[in-house]
């Protein structure tokens, strides 16, 4: 398998870029990589995957990551992992902002894979939108439970 990079799947979630350089379909559902590109202050609310275990690499910028009682600032070539059923959130720290590979594994339509997509919009452009809201907390615990994801805390904090 050997995908050149541009034309991938690209969508908006929780104020960030996501593009999809894996997809489940391309490994029949053993993992997925997605290149996040996200500015100051982006990130997610503490959550548990129930279903798949995640990764984290740093290509330039500087992320905190807590993962159960941990937190550790990541900065480029440096990368976490965040086994499944662990409360984990990143939020990005650099002023800059940053880009990360996120991998998921497996890659499940009814896991994370599937919420980031479900909880996403297609990005026609590579520029950010505007700066939005945070999204409805109980809309976005309620999709996130379809996919067996837990969210422990207000979408837009990272505590």
Known sequence: MARPDGGE??????????????????????????DHRARCGSGTPLHIHRREDEWFYVVHGQLRVRVGDESTLAGPGDSVFAPRNVPHLH????????????????ALADGADGFVRAASQPAPAPE????????????????ASR?????????GTTE
């Open 9 to 34: 799947e690209a969508r908006w979630f929780l104020d960030m870029l996501v593009v999809w350089k894996c997809t489940a379909e391309m490994t029949a559902g053993r993992m997925s990589l997605v």
């Open 91 to 106: 939020s990005v720290l650099s002023p800059e902002g940053a880009r990360f590979l996120v991998g998921f594994s497996p």
């Open 128 to 143: 950010p939108p505007p700066a939005a809201a945070p999204p409805d907390p109980d809309a976005l615990s309620a999709l």
């Open 147 to 155: 996919f067996g994801v837990e969210i422990l805390g207000s979408p």
